[in-house]
């Protein structure tokens, strides 16, 4: 009894998928000049796109909005309901209206309708009848037709809002092509995500500077140099020349060396110990430029320096890992 229960509800899922699938094939199968139409609108538009719908097709226009907004067309969702008592001020001359209702006669947003020739928006409607009052009143409509919902009592949205949802997802994609909207583009949308830190954070973002910036110049003790490791924390310190150029690093690792050759440190001078020529990385470089360099070399430091090879920081793995680019 228990297999029978969970084959049927395999089944009854996947029937859900197929009806749905087939659906989507149907509406591509269907695109013409309307969905043109529409994008040329949404692409000379100088204001922002407004999205609207009542009900389950309010809830995938904000999702389409979302989208939109994300991928470099302004654009936000306004209740039907709200807009009819007073946030229809939020709409512009210079904006677009995209309406999404399955029967294509929503009295919400229906209700939107004089106000909104009056004012001279556009309007493109996203519906289910080509004959409906919204189709006929839109300057462009798109057909989001299905022969039937994945709902077996034919009554709940379910294939209908995913062709909503799909053509919404085709608008925004045919609009990024038409921006051509780049990886940078987005990840200036989504600076907390993880793809804006990679493509946002650079070096000088989350080097070590100033006081905090471990360094001792050529001539320094190799006691003094230690000493200015211990107070940073850094696990290593910088050398420079009296005109501030780098000159060498000297690490954890450079002192165990050191230590393999003798444990007497003093008299010792930090030039006489120090690597030179260390991995150096631009301030104005990505932080993930740094993570592969710090991969390919295998180190955990970095010291930073301007185009003039002055030092101007330090960067450590542990940085990158706060700052989430690692």
């Known amino acids: 009894m228990e297999t029978q229960i969970y084959t049927n509800r395999l089944e009854s899922a996947r ?17 013409n000049g309307d969905f ?6 949404i692409l000379t538009c100088k204001g922002r796109l407004v999205v ?49 209702s399955n029967s294509g006669e929503s009295d919400e947003v229906l209700a939107m309708w004089p106000a909104l020739k009056r004012k001279g928006i556009r309007t493109i409607c996203m519906t289910g009848r080509d004959g409906s009052t919204m189709a006929k009143l839109a300057d462009v409509h798109l057909d989001a037709h299905v022969d039937k919902e994945a709902c077996p009592l034919g009554l709940a949205p379910t294939t209908s809002t995913t062709a909503q949802l799909a053509l919404g997802d085709a608008l925004a994609v045919a609009l990024m092509n038409e921006r051509q ?3 940078e583009d987005f990840a200036m949308s989504h600076p907390a995500g993880s793809l804006g830190r990679r493509l946002l954070v650079r070096v000088a973002d989350v080097m070590h500077s100033g006081e905090a910036l471990p360094c001792v110049r050529i001539g320094a003790s190799l006691k003094e140099a230690l000493l200015e490791m211990s107070t940073k924390g850094l696990g290593m310190t910088a050398v420079i020349d009296a005109q501030g150029a ?15 050759r003798t444990l007497d440190l003093s008299g010792i001078a930090i030039e006489d110990v120090m690597t030179r020529a260390p991995r150096t990385v631009a301030e104005n470089c990505l932080a993930t430029e740094a993570v592969e360099q710090m991969e390919a070399a295998k180190i955990l430091c970095l010291l930073v320096v301007d185009d003039r090879q002055q030092l101007v920081g330090a ?3 542990h940085d990158l890992f706060k700052a ?3």
């Open 315 to 317: 960067l450590n793995m």
């Open 246 to 260: 780098l000159v060498g690093v000297y690490t954890d690792g450079d002192l165990r060396r050191t230590l393999d």
């Open 15 to 31: 029937e859900v998928l197929r009806i749905e699938a087939a659906a989507l094939e149907a509406l591509a199968a269907r695109l």
């Open 52 to 100: 609207t719908g009542m009900g389950k097709s309010g809830h995938v226009a904000r999702k389409i909005a979302a989208t939109l907004a994300s991928t470099g067309t302004p654009a936000f969702f306004l209740h039907p309901a709200e807009a009819v008592h007073g946030d229809l001020g939020m709409i512009m001359r210079e904006d677009v209206l995209l309406a999404l």
């Open 36 to 41: 043109s139409h529409a994008v040329d609108l």
């Open 324 to 326: 989430g680019v690692v």
């Open 181 to 183: 909207f780049r990886e």
